[in-house]
């Protein structure tokens, strides 16, 4: 009784303190304030995603002592050998990842938005002090588990308004992915042939900007009214009702507060959600040529000209990104995906085509700029915005951060098989050999099986809605 006592006068103190937040007036510009913060920390997120492969030729040039600086040599194969296990085996990390994101159901989004920032900002800096090739890894795990969790879409779609969900989200996320050409940028102005450590300074001024936004935002950005509607009306209710609720909820696989092992009994309960799973599976198993692009990049043509290559891609990656948002609250989440997929393996053949048949760096940029736009733009709808549109808000993060982690699984496959075979044949093959059959799979079930999201209310999905 007495623990009941006490959780009851917490749970009042906080339903007070949550009431107070709801119902204190918005600025005429919060919105557009909220939006460039969220923007910015989407940014945070792109360049500490794509940095680590970037750098990957000149990172292990360094930490593995190859002063030939030659991608295609026995050397540089047993660092890839070395290395890329580790990569793989990362992600058993994001096992963990929806314990963590779960908790945001229940604590809320901004502190957990102010976290992951930060977490992104920590990672990079433990991958550019790193003297060895364990502290090299350790820094890499540490941003792998902080740039799956994309808090800052969470919160765009439960800020924005429910019509302009995708287009608010696209064009964050594609001025992000143009801001990812700074890493050639810093690169041009940092990166020399002369200092092997050179590559260590690229990090510098990323690191500090993500600490800098991750510790702003908590005082900037206010809490999604669609977490305080839930979480006030969760702690509005009686003892009987909530009893009455998890009844209910047990029913229907499903819970206010949210939960990994609910939303996992829910993904494979829900047929709307379980296809989802297995299309981003077999999807996922193609993005494995996004950590080795500059390894073949490396191998066509001289560093500076991959320099180029980094500056100009991420233009034409954002540009097909902030397109799929556009089309995708017009034409819908499903046919979008076809035309995403379709660019994406037409962009892969176009990049290797460039680097083979030496069309120099602004063909390569392009071709793969293209590739990844549609691969990205692709995976969101489909890891993202697809399950948060097939989820009841009590449980939207819990199933976000659970069907990621299910869905990332695919990328063992693809990289086990990269692995293995990058000891026999040329790496830029197996981008095609490999990618080619596992899109078309998910695409096909996509369209087969999965029911359209588009323009669907937030607020009042249930366990029944996609029935």
């Known amino acids: 009784m007495k ?6 006068e917490k749970e009042a103190k906080e339903l007070v303190r949550l009431k107070a937040q709801a119902e204190r007036p918005k600025a005429g510009y919060y919105l557009l304030f909220a939006m460039v913060v969220l923007t ?3 940014i945070v997120d792109e360049i500490t995603s794509n940095m680590n492969a970037a750098m990957q030729p000149y990172v292990l040039f360094d930490l593995f002592h190859i002063t030939t600086r030659n991608v295609n040599t026995p050397e540089y194969a047993g660092a890839i050998n070395k290395v890329a296990p580790w990569q793989v085996a990362s992600n058993l990390f994001l096992i963990i990842s929806p314990f963590y994101k779960a908790l945001s159901d229940k604590y809320g989004r901004r502190i957990f938005l102010m976290i992951n920032t930060v ?19 350790l820094g890499m795990l540490f941003m792998m588990f902080f740039t799956p969790n994309d808090m800052q879409v969470l919160y765009i779609m439960e800020t924005a308004p429910k019509e302009k969900r995708a287009t608010y989200s696209f064009i964050a996320k594609g001025i992000a992915l ?12 940092f990166l020399t042939d002369a200092d092997p450590g050179s590559w260590r300074t690229v990090y510098l001024i990323p690191v500090i900007v993500a600490v800098a936004i991750g510790l702003g935002s908590y005082f900037f950005v206010r809490e999604t009214p669609v977490f305080l509607d839930q979480r006030i009306a969760l702690l509005s209710m009686t003892p009987e009702e909530r009893r009455a609720k998890a009844e209910e909820d047990r029913k229907n696989s499903t819970a206010e507060e949210g939960g990994v092992f609910r939303a996992v009994k829910f993904i494979f309960k829900n047929k709307q959600l379980r296809w989802i799973l297995i299309a981003g599976f077999l999807f996922f198993a193609t993005t494995f040529y996004t950590s080795y692009y500059a390894t073949v990049l490396e191998g066509a043509m001289a560093t500076e000209m991959v320099a180029s290559v980094l500056i100009i891609y991420p233009f034409f990656n954002g540009l097909i990104t902030i397109l799929s948002g556009f089309f995708s609250d017009r034409l819908g989440r499903k046919k979008v ?17 460039a680097c083979r048949l030496s069309w120099g760096p602004a063909a390569a940029g392009i071709a793969y700029g293209c590739s990844i736009g549609g691969l990205w733009s692709m995976s969101d709808t489909i890891i993202l915005t697809m399950p948060a549109e097939s989820s009841p808000s009590g449980m939207r993060s819990s199933v976000m951060g659970t069907i990621s982690v299910m869905i990332g699984a695919g990328m063992f496959v693809g990289q086990f098989l990269f692995i293995f075979l990058q ?7 197996l981008f095609l050999c490999i990618c080619v059959p596992f899109m078309a799979i998910s695409l096909f079930v996509l369209m087969a099986k999965v029911k359209e999201t ?7 999905i249930t366990a029944d809605t996609y029935r």
């Open 119 to 137: 977490g992104m900002g920590v990672g990079m800096l433990i991958v550019m002090t790193s003297r060895s090739v364990v502290q090299y890894i």
């Open 423 to 429: 000891n026999y044949f040329a790496m830029d093959m």
């Open 454 to 460: 588009k323009g669907v209310d937030l607020d009042n």
């Open 40 to 42: 910015i920390i989407y």
């Open 3 to 8: 623990n009941e006592t006490v959780i009851r």
């Open 337 to 353: 995906c076809i035309l995403l997929g379709g660019l994406a393996l037409a962009g892969l053949l176009a990049f290797v085509l």
């Open 178 to 189: 143009i801001s990812v050409s700074l890493i050639g940028v810093l690169s041009r102005a």
